[in-house]
């Protein structure tokens, strides 16, 4: 009893998050990569971040803006592991959802909880009557631990917190349950607790404007780790812009000192994370709040490497959403859309002439976009090659309203149509998207009669926050009974915003010139190429819409695209014809369907170049055009 009761009035040493975990920290390898004693010097960078949630230090509120995979969540759950431990108080842990707060509890902090004794012997465990330990409640002495989704309202509410983890805050939505930002219900709960508490906001950013943690980030003082270089000891934060390798040979790579211009080798980064700081480069308009961001560029070594970050970019290149997912999950940085709209003048001086009607060879194959609207359909006929780079083929208008039959029969025979191939073989369209937002019913009776391998009708939604730009189908017919007809028209939902701001981004890409031409260069993924006929009233049309940020009655803003002149239907076609290239797989498809489709193209090339030799049948040319794309190359 005496050795009991001197044990407890002994104070507890006074550590550090960081030197707490270095002690008591055991890694599973249910968890981590890695498992084992947790070591801060494998991640130097997080041992600041760590120690100013720590209550021995002034700060109450820690924004980390990172790259995807540094060590941030571990951090976090070193935070909740201290608090259990040494500083025991009401924590509220907030996931996106309250799905992912169920799998953060089975695979993060069960884990931290049976594999460090100092934690296990605190917390009850789950199979006792009473103890308190449930997927999304830990009870220990002095405290409790509250996981829950930022989707719920009651959750965040639901209790006082003293220490609060947000987990990837850019993932949440704009309002729990209408009931306002998680973030600020989250942090409601935690002010009476005053100087004592202590909130950890992390997360990989996503879009400039709409970044909850970049607005959180740009608030603080911004720290950056500064790292010296190995041949002059200058110190510098790691800039993407200075990693260097020859185009294709990602094996060369190497960072740049912008002091001494030496070359730094990766097998430098372990010494220059030893010796790195966290420097401050902005005042915070908080002097409570104190801001940390890093990339992948510090991953230590055996994570991601420099020559894996070449790697990625250069694959992402010519792939909108690919570019996206780099700039946030390995930069950690804000990804921009484009969407300022191009200077109409521009496009319409750099046209260029092609023989009218003919797809040029690196067209591979078509689709369409149809805008219906009262008086007329607007069809634009788009060709498409690798890397998306495009060709306008066509524009067709036909007059009349969808009331008409004579106007869906001018539609069929756009569908029949044949486009001649610079190779001699003819090309129709492979999918036509349709837009159904007028005279829906008549959409989708034309769409059913006309059948799913080629017509696709769609319905346009705003916003960038979808997991896919194209989603479906879905069936929009049914029996007098309210059953699905499976054979049925199919409706496709396509996040109209992404595809603008894709199309805005290729418009702007730098041409090789002529020269360059001339020497083999070939023009960069996603080139837009606009022929000689496309009129002044086209181009304008082409650029019609601006992205703006704007605030909602609740004070939020989100990013909206808005109409620079009243037409817009050359922009509405692109991205229905876009839609519809995303639909026949073109985003997805292996290198050897592209090879087949060149090689379905090469035909005629190649028998007009062979002469027939002696014992062969060459049976006779004629000018019946072939469709060289099919049905079986939509998956």
């Known amino acids: 009893m005496l050795l009991a009761w001197q044990d407890g009035v002994r104070p507890d040493p006074r550590l550090t998050v960081s030197q707490w975990a270095d002690q008591h920290r055991m890694l599973s390898s249910r968890a981590s990569a890695e498992p084992g004693r947790y070591r801060t010097n494998r991640t130097p960078y997080m041992r600041d971040i760590m120690d100013a949630l720590s209550p021995t230090s002034p700060v109450q509120r820690v924004v980390f803006m990172k790259a995807a995979q540094v060590g941030a969540t571990e951090a976090g759950c070193c935070f909740i592991g201290f608090v259990i431990h040494h500083a025991p108080g009401p924590m ?16 993060r902090i069960d884990p931290l909880i049976d594999e460090s004794p100092a934690i296990r012997e605190r917390v009850k465990p789950a199979r006792a009557r009473d103890a308190g330990n449930t997927m999304l409640s830990k009870d220990f002495p002095g405290g409790t631990l509250v996981l829950t989704g930022a989707n719920s309202a009651v959750g965040l509410r639901s209790m006082p917190a003293r220490y609060l983890f947000l987990d990837e805050v850019d993932a949440y939505p704009a309002s729990a349950d209408e009931e306002g930002d998680p973030v600020g219900l989250a942090e409601a709960r935690s002010l009476t607790f005053a100087h004592r508490r202590k909130a950890f906001l992390a997360s990989t950013p996503t879009i400039r404007g709409l970044s909850r943690i970049e607005r959180e980030y740009e608030a603080s003082d911004q720290r950056r780790f500064f790292v010296p ?76 490497s420099w020559r894996d970050i070449a790697r990625l970019w250069e694959a992402a290149q010519g792939n909108d959403d690919a570019l996206r997912v780099f700039k946030n999950t390995v930069l950690g940085e804000t990804w921009v859309e484009s969407g300022e709209a191009p200077d109409w ?85 492979a999918r036509l998207a349709i837009d159904s937002g007028y005279e829906t019913s008549a959409v989708y009776s034309w769409g059913r009669k006309m059948g799913v391998g ?41 996040a109209v915003s992404t595809f603008k701001a894709e199309t805005y981004r290729f418009l702007r890409l730098e041409r090789p010139t002529d020269e360059e031409l001339a020497e ?40 909206e695209w808005q109409k620079l002149r009243e037409r817009n239907e050359a922009l509405d076609c692109r991205v229905y014809a876009r839609a519809a290239a995303w639909i026949a797989g073109a985003d997805r498809w292996p290198e050897a369907k592209w090879r087949d489709l060149e090689a379905q193209l090469a035909i005629s090339e190649l028998a007009q170049a062979e002469e027939p030799q002696a014992g062969q049948i060459r049976r006779p040319q004629t000018r019946r055009s072939r469709r060289v794309f099919h049905s079986s190359y939509m998956g």
């Open 345 to 429: 003048q521009r496009l319409y001086d750099r046209r260029k002439t092609w023989t009218n009607g003919i797809v040029p060879a690196g067209g591979l194959f078509l689709t369409a976009g149809a805008d219906v609207q009262k008086d007329r359909v607007e069809i634009d006929v788009w060709a498409w090659g690798r890397g998306l780079e495009s060709w306008l083929i066509d524009h067709i208008v036909i007059d009349g309203g969808p009331e008409k039959a004579e106007t869906w029969e001018a539609l069929e025979q756009v569908l029949a149509k044949i486009w001649p191939h610079a190779s001699g073989i003819g090309l129709k369209i």
């Open 229 to 304: 270089c190995p041949h002059c000891g200058a110190m510098q934060w790691l800039k993407f812009e200075r990693l260097k390798w020859d185009r294709g040979q990602p094996g060369s790579v190497r960072y740049v000192c912008e002091s001494c211009d030496h070359d730094i080798a990766e097998h430098h980064k372990g010494g220059m994370l030893a010796a790195g700081e966290w420097r401050a480069t902005a005042i915070a308009s908080d002097p409570g709040t104190v801001g940390f961001h890093i990339s992948a560029l510090y991953s230590p070594p055996g994570w991601q």
């Open 92 to 107: 509220l842990c907030v996931q996106p959802t309250v799905e992912m707060a169920k799998r953060a509890s089975r695979q």
């Open 520 to 559: 083999g260069v070939r023009y960069p993924a996603g080139t837009v190429h606009l022929p000689s006929w496309a009129d002044s009233e086209w181009c304008k049309q082409f650029v019609a819409e601006q992205l703006v940020t704007v605030k909602n009655r609740r004070g939020f803003t989100k990013l």
């Open 454 to 494: 080629q017509v696709s009708p769609i319905k346009g939604v705003e916003g960038f926050n979808r997991s896919s730009p194209v989603s479906g189908p879905t069936y929009v017919d049914a029996t007098e009974g309210g059953k699905k007809i499976r054979r049925g028209a199919r409706l496709w939902t396509v």
